[in-house]
């Protein structure tokens, strides 16, 4: 049987050719590795958008075993063509959802103000199963909920089976508890060694934005943090959030007369893995709001716990709720003295890591849900 995974996913060596996340990458690679795993045959329909000028040709590539089918696009350009490229898009979808998805075949969609009003729309049309995968409400956004909200629950709500990205987004939306169920990461752990040095490294993974404000409260934390600790940034973002950020990082350490944090610039695969097992705290910066934080859950931290760093985040709902809440250390308030505080709470922390059991057994349980999907067309068969 077939899964067909629409979805923006770029691959190991196509970050310079198309725009996309690593956090979506790495979510979408191990998604559809585990559906490869659990007997399905999968293919990827890739919906980024070309970085090179001019038109980028629909062009197919094999990931770790999995064909990748990119669709083509146009970089850049008038508004002409951008009004070209949009129409384009949603004819590629057409095509590929009436003449490569065969009877039998599952969808998986990955959420999108884009697509998933207009799969909603496409499927009325055939009697085939499509599984939303939602890992975030975009109207939910750091800087207050958007006008679009109800239009994007909506679209959501047009559809049968989820993975959701935590548990709570699926029970406010009043969800049946059978069609659905969360995925928070990737439920990877990594091998390696860490390794021994003196004092506590504290990391900063992701996107360098000024909207969530993330690693710039890293920034802040790291003024409040004892000579035997470091903050360690990484990640990438617009150039203009990039400068903002090394000016406040120039900033701070100034202030404080020594370097108390510092950017590393951006990592991944392997390279990635061996810089986290360096670190020993993982910190989630993204900003407390009710309205915000129950409607995401960052890739990131599960991120961590798969390489055997302590977790600081801050409280919400969603996390407290977790399979992990009692591993983690959260704290209260989005300034950087109360984020230090929970940084010292979790460097004070003695205990072994667990993690990996937690996350083998989740692994698990989503693989077994798959294969029933797979067997009977539903999560939880019997």
Not at 322 to 339: K, L, M, V
Request: charged residues 25%; positive net charge.
């Amino acid at each position: 049987m077939n899964l067909h995974y629409l979805c923006f996913y770029t691959g190991d060596t196509e970050g310079s050719e198309y725009h996309g996340t690593v956090a979506a990458d790495i979510k979408v690679g191990y998604v559809a590795e585990t559906a490869k795993e659990a007997g399905y045959a999968v293919r990827i329909l890739a919906l980024n958008k070309t970085r090179q000028k001019g038109r980028q040709k629909a062009k197919i590539t094999e990931q770790n075993g999995i064909r990748v089918r990119h669709i083509a696009s146009n970089g850049g350009g008038n508004f002409f063509a951008k009004m070209f490229n949009r129409l384009s898009f949603y004819c590629q979808i057409i095509r590929y959802f009436f003449r490569e998805v065969k009877r039998g075949d599952t969808v998986l969609l990955y959420h999108s103000m884009r697509t998933t009003p207009f799969l909603a729309f496409l499927k009325k049309f055939r009697n085939i199963p499509v599984i939303l995968e939602v890992e975030e409400i975009y109207a939910c956004s750091a800087d207050g909920v958007q006008p679009y909200y109800k239009n994007e629950i909506r679209a959501i709500r047009k559809y049968r089976d989820y993975i959701f990205v935590n548990d709570y987004i699926p029970k406010e939306l009043g969800i049946p508890e059978d069609h659905w169920i969360a995925l928070y990461g990737v439920y990877r752990p990594v091998e390696g060694k860490k390794t021994e040095h003196e004092g506590k490294r504290v990391l900063y993974a992701g996107a360098i934005e000024r909207l969530n404000q993330g690693a710039f409260r890293a920034v802040e934390a790291a003024r409040y943090l004892p000579s035997d600790y470091e903050m360690r940034i990484i990640g990438k973002g617009e150039p203009q959030d990039m400068e903002a950020l090394s000016q406040r990082i120039q900033q701070v350490n100034e202030l404080c007369g020594r370097e108390v944090v510092r950017y590393d610039g951006f990592r991944s695969g392997g390279e990635l893995d061996r810089y986290m097992l360096d670190c020993d705290i993982g910190l989630g910066a993204y900003p407390i709001q009710t309205s915000y934080s129950n409607y995401i859950f960052p890739s990131k931290l599960v991120s961590y716990m798969c390489r055997r760093l302590k977790v600081v985040t801050g409280r919400a709902e969603c996390y407290e709720n977790t399979p992990f809440a009692s591993q983690w250390f959260f704290y209260d308030a989005n300034d950087g003295e109360a984020i230090a505080k929970a940084i010292l709470e979790a460097g004070k922390d003695t205990g072994e890591p667990t993690e990996n059991d937690t996350i083998l057994a989740l692994h698990r349980a989503f693989l077994a849900r798959l294969i029933s999907y797979r067997q009977n067309g539903n999560w939880f068969h019997g």
